[in-house]
């Protein structure tokens, strides 16, 4: 064995073993990092989930059922508070009704599926023209805050 090669290989192996030290570092250190700055990925989809344990806001359900959504008319133009018909029903007695209306579901359920799917379950002697356009432009609190509006009347 040469001087010459003798150098190199010590030069290769301490370049091996600094390029290895390097990588475990670059490796470790940022998913050490990662593991402490993420918190804990524990938010459950609670879309098309009516959430019992959430009552909503039923103020702020009172104020939205008067806006105008999503460009639609508000839902109070088209339903009146108490029984008579505008175009839809009107909401007199609804968290009793929503209760029976499809077997296996909760009022709570019955309506969240009204508002965000109402072609899901059409009324009898009504059509199926109320607008589909609140799952895309109401968050989950505004419809449970709905929610909590219709079950309070
Ligand atoms: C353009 C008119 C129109 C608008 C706006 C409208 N609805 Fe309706 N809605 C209807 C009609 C018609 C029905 C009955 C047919 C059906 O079941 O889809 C109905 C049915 C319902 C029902 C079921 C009632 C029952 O007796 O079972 C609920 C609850 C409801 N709407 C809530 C709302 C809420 C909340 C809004 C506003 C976010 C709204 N609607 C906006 C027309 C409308």
Not at 96 to 109: K, L, M, N
Not at 122 to 143: C, H, K, R, T, W
């Amino acid at each position: 064995m040469s001087l010459r090669s003798f150098h190199w290989q010590r030069f290769a192996g301490l370049l091996i073993l600094s390029l290895v030290l390097a990588a475990c570092a670059t490796t470790e250190q940022p998913s050490a990092a990662r593991q402490t700055s993420v918190p804990p990925r524990v938010q459950p989809d609670t879309s098309g989930v009516t959430d019992n344990s959430d009552p909503g806001d039923a103020a702020r359900g009172e104020q939205l059922f008067a806006e105008s959504i999503g460009g639609m008319p508000s839902c109070s133009t088209c339903h009146a508070l108490d029984s008579a018909q505008i175009v839809g029903p009107g909401m007199a007695g609804i968290s009793e009704r929503a209760e029976s209306r499809v077997r296996g579901q909760t009022a709570a359920e019955y309506l969240h599926t009204s508002i965000v799917d109402p072609g899901e379950y059409v009324v009898e002697g009504y059509q199926n023209v109320m607008p589909d356009v609140f799952e895309q432009s109401l968050s989950e609190a505004e419809i449970r805050a709905l929610i909590a509006y219709l079950l309070s009347l």
